[in-house]
C-alpha cells in the first residue's frame, strides 16, 4: 500500500483563461511522453502518475531528481466562478498546491482577483500559468517544447513583447503581495511566485510547468501528504442527480481511503448528517464505454487523492462543499458530528443581531463572504445555503427598521424568484447580486457610501450658509414697505428668506426677493451685484448705505456648518462663518458650540 497520497492541485482562475483547455493539453503532453498513458480521468480531477509527469520534465532537464516519493498528482479543473476553488476543509484548504491562470493577453482580472484572495487567506503555495502565449504578435510555436527552447526560437521582438508582458504582471501582483517573476529568473521560491509562459495550443512551457508542480511539492508538502490508515476526508464538489442512481455527489477525497459499505458523515440543511455508501463510482475510458448512458464502472474502494462519485441514501440534503468524513464502525460517529457542528458554526449563523443576511451556493463561497463583512466590521444576522426565501426578506425587514444600511440580502449565485424581489421590494430590502464574490461585497459598500453622502448633501443643502453683504452707496431704491437696497455680495451666498443681522448681531430683516437686472433670482454669490427687498427695515435708520450685513445663520445650522460639514464649505464661506459665530458669541459665548 503507498503510503503517501498525491498532492491535490487545483487549477483556478478568471473565465475563459483556458485552464481546462491547460489541463487537457497536459494530458495529452503526458501521455505522449510515455507510450502507455496511465492517465485516470475521475470525477472533476484526472490522475497523472508520476513517472509519466518525470517522463515530461526529462524533456526539460535531462535527468529529473524527485526526492519525495508521491505516486502522482491530481489535478482538479474549477469553472469560471472560483468559488468551487474555495474547498474547505479544517485549518486550511483541500488543494495542497494550485495553478493561476492568467491569460498572456488579459492580465489580472476580477476573478483572478479572487484567486488570489483565496490562495492567501488558505496559504495554499502556487505557481502563475500566464497562458496563451501562442497569441503574442509573431510567435513561433514549438509543438511541446520547453520554455527556454522555445524562446530560442522567436524573434527579438517577440522576447521583448512578453518580457514586458511578465514585468506588467509582476506589477499587477505586488499589489496583491506577492513578488513574483518568470520562474527561471527566480533564486528562492519559498519568497517569489514562479510565472510560467505556456500555450494549451502548442504545449510549450508545459514540461516547466510540471518541474515547478513537482518542486513545489518537494519545498512544501513533506507533512502534509501521509497518507492516513483509518477512514478518510474529503470534500463534496457538486451534487448531482443521474438515471437510475438518484441525487449523487461528485466528491475529491483528499485523504485516507473509503470503501463501499462504509458510513460518511456531510453537512446540510439541517446540520451533520449520516449515510452508507452503497456505491463508488468512476468514469470509464472512453473505449470502454458502450452507450453514452454507461459512463460509470464500479469500484469497491478509492484511495487518497481521488475524485469519485458517492452514491448512498440522502445526499440530495448534502451542501456543494460540505466536508466528508468517512469512517467504520460505530464509535466515530459522535466525535465527528461534534467536529462537523463546530465547523459549520463558523460560517452558517442565524443571530438576532442588527446585521446583513447573506446566501450563498456552497459553504466555501458563504464562509468567504461572511469573512469580507467581518473584515470589514460589518456583523452578520444569518448565513445559509440556498436560494433567499421569503424568511430572508422578513429577517433583513426586521433589520431594517434599526438600521437601513444593514437590513439588506447580500445573494451568491443563488436564485431569487419573482415572488421574493416583489416581496423584497414592497419592504425596501435590497437584494445585492454578483457573480464575484469580492465585486458582491464592494457593491454592497459602494452603495452605501454613495447612500451616504448622498443622504449628507442633501442635508447640508436645506442648512443656511454664511452669507456677506455690503448695502451700496446711492443704490436704495426705496427706503421702506418694503426697503429695496443695491447689494453686493462680498463673500458666500444669500437666498430669500433667509434673515440678515448687523455686525452688531441684531436682525435687520429677511429678504425677500433678490433682482439680479430686473430678474428674480434665486441666490446671489460672491462678487454679484443686485437689489434685495426687505419688509421690515427703513433704510437710514435702521441700516445704512454702506453698512455691512451678514445672513443670520440659525444656532443649530450653525453648530452644523462648523462641525460635520465644514469641509463643505469654501475658504472665503468659513472665514465668514467665523466672523458671523464670534459676532453671535460676544452675546452669548456658548452660541453655536
Ligand atoms: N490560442 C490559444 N487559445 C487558447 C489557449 N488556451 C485556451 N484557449 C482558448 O480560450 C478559450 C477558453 O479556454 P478554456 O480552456 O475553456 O478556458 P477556461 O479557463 O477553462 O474557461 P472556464 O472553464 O469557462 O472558466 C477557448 O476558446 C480555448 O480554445 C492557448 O494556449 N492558446
Ligand atoms: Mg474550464
Known amino acids: 500500500m503507498k503510503s503517501l497520497r498525491e498532492p491535490i492541485v487545483v487549477v483556478l482562475g478568471h473565465v475563459d483563461h483556458g485552464k481546462t483547455s491547460l489541463l487537457d493539453k497536459m494530458r495529452g503532453t503526458v501521455v505522449a511522453a510515455r507510450e502507455a498513458g496511465g492517465i485516470t480521468q475521475q470525477i472533476g480531477a484526472s490522475l497523472f502518475p508520476l513517472d509519466a509527469v518525470v517522463d515530461t520534465c526529462r524533456a526539460l532537464l535531462g535527468e529529473v531528481k524527485v526526492e519525495l516519493k508521491i505516486p502522482g498528482i491530481l489535478f482538479i479543473d474549477t469553472p469560471g466562478h472560483a468559488a468551487f476553488a474555495n474547498m474547505r476543509k479544517r485549518g486550511g484548504s483541500v488543494a495542497d498546491l494550485a495553478i493561476l491562470v492568467i491569460d498572456v493577453t488579459k492580465g489580472v482580472q476580477e476573478q483572478t482577483i479572487e484567486s488570489i484572495r483565496l490562495l492567501r487567506s488558505r496559504k495554499t503555495p502556487f505557481v502563475v500559468a500566464l497562458s496563451k502565449i501562442d497569441l503574442i504578435p509573431g510567435w513561433r510555436p514549438v509543438e ?92 463534496v464538489l457538486e451534487i448531482v442527480e443521474e438515471e437510475g442512481m438518484g441525487v449523487t455527489v461528485n466528491a475529491v477525497i483528499s485523504n485516507g481511503v473509503l470503501r463501499v459499505g462504509d458510513r460518511i458523515a456531510l453537512l446540510g440543511k439541517d446540520g451533520p448528517f449520516l449515510a452508507k455508501v452503497r456505491a463508488l463510482m468512476m468514469p470509464k475510458p472512453l473505449d470502454e464505454m458502450r452507450d453514452p448512458r454507461d459512463r460509470f464502472k464500479m469500484i469497491e474502494e478509492v484511495v487518497a487523492s481521488a475524485g469519485v462519485k458517492i452514491v448512498a441514501e440522502g445526499l440530495e440534503k448534502a451542501f456543494p462543499g460540505s466536508p466528508i468524513y468517512g469512517f467504520r464502525g460505530q464509535e466515530d460517529a459522535r466525535e465527528v458530528f461534534e467536529r ?158 433667509v434673515s440678515l443681522m448687523n455686525e452688531e448681531g441684531k436682525i435687520v430683516g429677511t429678504i425677500m426677493q433678490i433682482q439680479d437686472m430686473g430678474k428674480a433670482v434665486p441666490a446671489a454669490t460672491a462678487g454679484m451685484k443686485v437689489a434685495i427687498s426687505m419688509k421690515e427695515p427703513t433704510i437710514g435708520r435702521h441700516i445704512k448705505e454702506n453698512e455691512v450685513l451678514y445672513v443670520a445663520i440659525p444656532e443649530s445650522d450653525a453648530r452644523l456648518l462648523s462641525s460635520v460639514f465644514i469641509n463643505k464649505l469654501d475658504e472665503q464661506s468659513r472665514k465668514i462663518l467665523e466672523e458671523i459665530l464670534s459676532i453671535n458669541r460676544r452675546i452669548n459665548p456658548l452660541w453655536a458650540r
Open 144 to 235: 511541446g517544447a520547453p520554455i527556454s527552447k522555445s524562446l530560442a526560437n522567436q524573434s527579438r521582438a517577440v522576447i521583448d513583447e512578453l518580457d514586458k508582458r511578465i514585468y506588467l504582471l509582476a506589477g499587477e501582483l505586488s499589489q496583491y503581495g506577492f513578488q513574483a517573476d518568470l520562474y527561471t529568473r527566480i533564486k528562492s521560491f519559498a519568497k517569489t511566485l514562479a510565472i510560467v509562459p505556456v500555450s494549451a495550443k502548442s504545449g510549450e512551457g508545459i514540461p516547466d510547468l510540471l518541474m515547478l508542480i513537482l518542486g513545489l511539492a518537494q519545498i512544501y508538502l513533506r507533512d502534509r501528504l501521509a497518507l492516513r490508515e483509518d477512514g478518510c476526508e474529503g470534500v
Open 340 to 497: 462537523l457542528t463546530a465547523e459549520i458554526g463558523e460560517f452558517r449563523l442565524s443571530t438576532d443581531k442588527i446585521g446583513i443576511v447573506v446566501k450563498a451556493d456552497s459553504l466555501g463561497a458563504l464562509e468567504s463572504l461572511v469573512a469580507y463583512l467581518h473584515e470589514r466590521g460589518l456583523s452578520v444576522r444569518l448565513a445559509d445555503i440556498g436560494e433567499v426565501s421569503k424568511r430572508d426578506v422578513m429577517e433583513a425587514s426586521i433589520v431594517r427598521e434599526k438600521d437601513e444600511f444593514l437590513g439588506v440580502i447580500l445573494a451568491y449565485n443563488v436564485d431569487v424568484s419573482k415572488n421574493i424581489e416583489i416581496e423584497a421590494a414592497s419592504r425596501r430590502v435590497k437584494i445585492f447580486r454578483n457573480p464575484v464574490l469580492f465585486r458582491l461585497i464592494e457593491e454592497y459598500v459602494d452603495w452605501v457610501e454613495k447612500t451616504r453622502s448622498e443622504r449628507e448633501r442633501a442635508e447640508f443643502e436645506k442648512l443656511v450658509k454664511p452669507g456677506k453683504i455690503r448695502l451700496i452707496e446711492g443704490m436704495v431704491f426705496r427706503r421702506s414697505n418694503p426697503a429695496i437696497v443695491g447689494v453686493e455680495v462680498i463673500g458666500g451666498v444669500i437666498t430669500p428668506r
